[in-house]
């Protein structure tokens, strides 16, 4: 129990540290070294395999740090940064941009404002499966389908509420937080995305779009706004939005660029086992034979090999930032899960949770809780999944279940949660560029966010429990 009370209170510390901006990554690793130094002392755990020890059992402390970096560079570290490498590269040669675009004329034809609006919503979770990343599908949007929202009638904050919430459930190969959890569960991430994520994004996307039908239509009118004359005064809000962001138009590749994004996941699903298995296709090898096609693409489109050329250093410096700030947060993250084992906390809480007669499906909902409530507060998916999932294979064989089952809704809280904190990145960012606050936003995502944790649950025990 003195093991839980030390791990709580570091958890504290270091959840108030991240809320008070500090970089994730030092304050998880501090934090993680702290946990195993008084383990170290306490004599509570081991920090390395005995086969894996220096020999000096304070230098063990870093030989992890140094083994959990040498596992993740070469692995999963590599397939994040591929990914983020060549969603910067569909960015520079504005093929997500022709993406989106294309994507939303089908709902130019329709004129319902909030079934537009709802509709919207489905549109910008499929495309979040292509272009991985909350920001820049929200920024994508805000400058193709929020002027649209607004025409028809539907207010500022209604658009930016359900824009903010697109990608809220990191879904497809391309999404860190599911390599991470494939990875975690040891599945394929095809067969994750597929077999696992799939099923219970369908029932979870129709819960939002449903919600932030009526939510926003609610909202809307307890603040007096009028469709109508709303509709008539947009205008004036699109220049104001074309002068901020651009107009859509500007740089448009031609539209057969739109297929380019899509090229990885089809290279995936179809040289994996459930189409054809007699080839393997790596996520990585998918994103170099993407990035080689589109490079072809704008050699044809530029007819300028050294600019074509020397446009995959964009490639290569994504990779080096997706390196810095996501794949160090996942060792962070796994430094900071070692301490609370090394301490005894989780064994403390498993042997309690036993003991209390606590099956899977409660603690399912206590790990989903942590990990939503971590997320609200740190206004990341990221920071909060990558620091407990590590913790997920122990928990769920002890209460005798897969991993993969524990892992889902903790996957899915995460970046859920995230879309109700008025500190994240993409809620900033798209409210920003509506000019409207943070705080008004969440509290319009918090129905529907809310809806979508709830079902995420139900959704997992029905399928997989």
């Known amino acids: 129990m003195f093991g839980v009370i030390i791990a709580l209170v570091i958890t504290g510390f270091v959840a108030r540290l991240i809320l008070k901006k500090y970089k994730p990554q030092p304050v998880l690793m501090m934090g993680g070294m702290l946990l195993m130094s008084l383990a170290i002392i306490l004599g509570t755990g081991e920090i390395v395999a005995e086969d894996s020890s220096t020999g000096f059992i304070w230098f063990d402390i870093f030989e992890f740090m140094k083994n959990t970096f040498s596992n993740r560079a070469g692995g999963l570290g590599l397939i994040i940064i591929s990914v983020a490498g060549f969603a910067r590269y569909m960015d520079h040669t504005g093929a997500s ?39 820049g599908v929200g920024l994508l949007l805000m400058v193709t389908m929020y002027p649209l929202l607004i025409s028809l009638g539907v207010s500022k904050l209604a658009a930016t509420a359900m824009i903010g919430t697109t990608a809220c459930m990191d879904l497809g190969p391309a999404s860190g937080n599911a390599n991470l959890a494939a990875a975690t569960a040891e599945l394929d991430v095809a067969i994750y995305f597929a077999q696992y ?10 819960t939002i779009a449903v919600l932030h039908y009526f939510t926003q239509k609610r909202f809307d009118q307890k603040a007096g706004h009028d469709a109508l004359q709303a509709a ?18 500007e740089d448009m590749p031609p539209m057969i660029y739109a297929i380019l ?9 179809t040289f994996s086992s459930m189409v054809i298995d007699t080839i393997n296709m790596h996520v990585v090898t998918a994103m170099l034979i993407s990035l080689f096609i589109s490079m072809v693409f704008e050699f044809i489109r530029h007819k300028n090999a050294e600019s074509v050329l020397s446009s995959i250093m964009v490639f290569f410096d994504a990779m080096g930032t997706s390196f810095a700030r996501v794949v160090t947060l996942i060792i962070a993250g796994e430094t900071f899960a070692r301490g609370l084992t090394s301490i005894g906390a989780i064994d403390t809480v498993i042997n309690a949770s036993q003991d209390a007669g606590f099956g899977p499906v409660l603690m399912i909902l206590i790990m989903t809780a942590i990990i939503a409530a971590s997320a609200v507060v740190m206004g990341s998916g990221n920071a909060p999944f990558f620091a407990f999932a590590a913790l ?11 991993a993969v089952v524990m892992l889902l809704p903790m996957q899915f809280a995460a970046s859920i949660a995230r879309s109700v904190s008025p500190i994240t990145a993409v809620i900033v960012a798209v409210a920003g560029v509506s000019d409207v606050n943070p705080v008004d936003v969440v509290k319009r995502t918090a129905v529907p966010m809310a809806g979508a944790l709830i079902v995420t649950i139900i959704m997992n025990f029905i399928l997989f429990l």
């Open 261 to 269: 994004p899509l090229i990885p996941l089809v290279l995936i699903f």
């Open 97 to 135: 941009k022709a993406l989106v675009s294309l994507t939303i004329k089908p709902l130019q034809a329709l004129n319902k404002p909030y079934l537009v609006l709802a509709l919207g919503y489905i549109v910008g979770q499929i495309l979040n499966i292509f272009v991985p990343s909350a920001s």
């Open 392 to 402: 997920a294979p122990d928990v769920s064989t002890q209460v005798g279940i897969p």
């Open 197 to 206: 994520q799939v099923p219970v994004a369908i029932a979870v996307a129709i």
């Open 232 to 249: 008539a005064a947009a205008k004036e809000e699109v220049e104001r939005l074309r002068k901020h962001e651009g107009t859509v138009e």
